[in-house]
């Protein structure tokens, strides 16, 4: 039952971009097609779940044994830099067809705040490692579920008549808020 | 550098590049802080201070750094000033921290920062790189201010916490949702005074 509620929880109620506010960038950046939103969401979903495990552990066995939980920032930053080279290393040698489709995307994960907010908040919210890494795998699936949507919309939205100024990011953006207004329709979802 | 070059270097983070509203660099913090104006300007001022320390330090040690090391040696300076920020905060101004909450540390990977540590301070003499950075905070400043206070006059009718309006409000422009329209608003704001601007110049 705890698990649902966290897993519920950050797929609808409290999703990661369209009421966290994370992984904006990539949210609108690559929601252009259908299939690079999805390659997208699988490249978070890889890298979220292996940095959180990764974070986690760094942090209670090495920055809280230590006291140096200060520096969390400058740690979590490095390792996920670091992680995301070696998981394109590692992709590119075992498994080629999966580095074709998710390669690109790997680079810009680095600087996609999702992966960051999501190894924080797991500490802040004092979960134990299965929970966190429910919880990173639930968010990435909520990623995916918002830019995967948000991507056909917007298909839809390039044939659409518009005043000139609201074309492309203008429009996108009142989209996404409509689409976030309708996910707000969980949030009385209680458990 | 003249003073005429150094008073165009300090505007340009207003109107002509500004991060958010014509170059849509960080929107993260944008949309998720901008409930009221007040949060928005104290992101924006914590922001601002890691932008100028970044690009200070960065230019500084910019011949210090090997190429191929560049941009985590970048992602080091920047995650140090964000951690300073972070604690005086926290250390200070509690409510303002609490209210922020993980978008301070998420100042890291705000692209702005690293966008112009690559590609100014890195490439430029310590007094311009001060300036692309006040400049930069500035107008990033000035971006969540306008947002934070579009949001809060419509969304409770008050602003920087002062009741302008009777009533309570639309409800919606606090919410998440409002943040996404308000912005998108104010993105074709920009966009329909430059394409004025470019027909004018045509015209003339």
Redesign the interface.
Known sequence: MEYFAIIFGAIFINNIV????????PF?GVSKSTSTAIGMGGAVLFVMTIATIVTYLIFQFLLVPFGIT?????AY??VI?FLVQVVEIVLKKISPELYRALGVFLPLI????AI??VA??VI?QDFNLLESVVFAIANAIGFTLAIVLFSSLREQLELAEL????KG??????V???L??AF?GFSGMSF | MSSRSIITQLTKGISRENPVFVL?LG???V??VTSTAINGLGMGLATTFVLIMSNIVISLIKHLIPSKVR??SF??VI??F??VV??LMAGYLPALHEQLG?FI??I????IV?GRAESFASRNDLFPAFLDGVSMGIGFTYALVILGGIRELLGSYSLFGLKILEGDGLL?FV???????A???I???F??RK?IATKAKKAA
């Open positions: 369209l009421s966290r506010f994370l992984g904006i960038c609108l200060y520096l969390q920032t400058v930053i490095l830099a680095t600087t996609n705040c960051l907010g924080i908040l802040q005043p000139t100024a609201m990011v203008p429009a996108a953006l009142v996404a808020g409509i976030s207004m707000m | 849509l929107l993260c913090p949309l998720g941009i985590p992602i080091v995650a140090s964000v951690t972070d604690l993980l540390p998420l890291v990977v705000n692209c690293l919606v919410l998440a949702p409002g943040a996404f329209i912005l998108g608003f993105i074709a704001f966009e329909w394409s």
